[in-house]
């Protein structure tokens, strides 16, 4: 697509439930990567994909939140058992290629804002 | 911890007047990059430098690198009420694959 694609853009949750925010990046970018941010706070990065493996996935917060990619394309990030602190916006951002040496600027999301009641 | 830290953490300006903000990291980068959010949604690509660069502009942006220093700037020139967002650095520390964010400086143009 013309850029990167987040749904739902907004979803109110009750607390336990579990969720899945989508995101359709740029078409042919390899890189893939997952942020969280607190209101008014910087962002907390949380995974990142190259093609359909996730070499760092040292940001997920717990075991509650897991993400995969299919076919080099979608990823689903999923939180189980949702608690009020899960709640923020999540922005998915994708690149041609990963790693500093390629020197691409990241392609942003518009996020899902996660509130959990 | 961030790997890039931005001052000051909010400014409030005439528009018209230029926004300057600074930047300060930790490691070795291969580039910087800074990104404008509004409305605490997405991010927008503003700029990007590579550690061999001293200066680069694009149209009213001025960002400059030190890396003696670990430090950037951006300066925005002839400030316009549109202007007002937050604006993160973000840098790729060592040899990671992953952007690390400041945590912003948030800019306010009055008209």
């Known amino acids: 697509g013309a850029g990167v694609s987040q749904s739902p853009s907004n979803k109110v949750t009750e607390k336990g439930k579990d969720v899945e925010l989508r995101c359709d990046p740029i078409?042919?970018?390899?890189?893939l990567y997952w942020y969280r941010q607190s209101l008014g706070q910087g962002l907390e990065f949380l995974i990142y994909?190259?093609?359909?493996?996730?070499?760092?996935k040292s940001g997920l917060p717990s075991d509650r939140f897991s993400a995969e990619r299919t076919g080099g394309s979608v990823s689903t990030l999923t939180i189980q058992r949702t608690q009020q602190e899960d709640s923020a916006v999540y922005l998915c951002a994708s690149s041609l290629v990963a790693g500093q040496g390629a020197g691409y600027g990241y392609t942003f999301g518009s996020g899902t804002r996660l509130t959990v009641v | 911890s961030q790997q890039g830290e931005e001052d000051p953490q909010a400014l409030s300006i005439q528009e018209g007047e230029n926004a300057t903000m600074n930047c300060s990291y930790k490691?070795?980068?291969?580039?910087l990059q800074w990104y404008r959010q509004n409305s605490g949604r997405g991010l927008v690509h503003l700029i990007l430098?590579?550690?061999?660069?001293r200066e680069k502009h694009s149209g009213r942006l001025r960002v400059t690198l030190d890396t003696s220093k670990k430090s950037s700037s951006l300066l925005i020139t002839a400030s316009r009420a549109a202007d007002t967002a937050s604006y993160f650095c973000?840098?790729?520390?060592?040899?990671?694959?992953?952007?690390?964010f400041g945590g912003g400086t948030r800019v306010l143009v009055k008209p």
């Open positions: 994909f190259q093609g359909n493996s996730a070499p760092d």
């Open positions: 430098i590579r550690s061999n660069e």
């Open positions: 973000a840098t790729v520390p060592g040899a990671g694959n992953k952007l690390t």
């Open positions: 078409s042919g970018h390899t890189a």
């Open positions: 490691t070795s980068i291969n580039n």
